[in-house]
């Protein structure tokens, strides 16, 4: 399998001041270099994750279905590639988002990721 080249090497990273713990994002944000689309907070599955899951929003089900287009990383990653979600890290478990029209997130619903398309 390739290497995965991120659009910003992790040289060019700044700490962001925001929570720390890893979350799940595509390779559309960190590969890509897309804006996060839709967003939401799960019940994390381990002690050093934050719950957050982000993904562009164009993602098709087969392309979320394939492992390798995942990846795991910090949550100041995620915010470096789009500092607009500094505004919805707090917010709890069950929390969703998607881009606003004008920019910044809005509350939308709760879908699984393979619903992502729809956000």
Not at 4 to 27: E, I, N, S, W
Not at 30 to 42: L, T
Request: glycine share 10%; with cysteine.
């Amino acid at each position: 399998m390739p290497r995965k080249v991120p659009h910003f090497p992790d040289c060019d990273l700044r700490q962001m001041g925001v929570a720390t713990g890893a979350c799940l994002a595509t390779d559309r944000i960190v590969v890509d270099g897309c804006k996060v689309g839709y967003c939401y907070r799960e019940p994390p599955e381990s002690e050093d994750d934050s719950g957050w899951r982000f993904f562009a929003g164009d993602e098709e089900p087969a392309y979320l279905a394939d492992e390798d287009n995942l990846g795991l990383y910090e949550v100041n990653t995620i915010a470096n590639y789009d500092e607009a979600i500094i505004g919805v890290l707090d917010f709890p478990v069950g929390s969703a988002f998607r881009r606003a029209p004008l920019g910044g997130f809005e509350p939308a619903p709760l879908l699984r990721p393979d619903a992502t398309t729809q956000a």
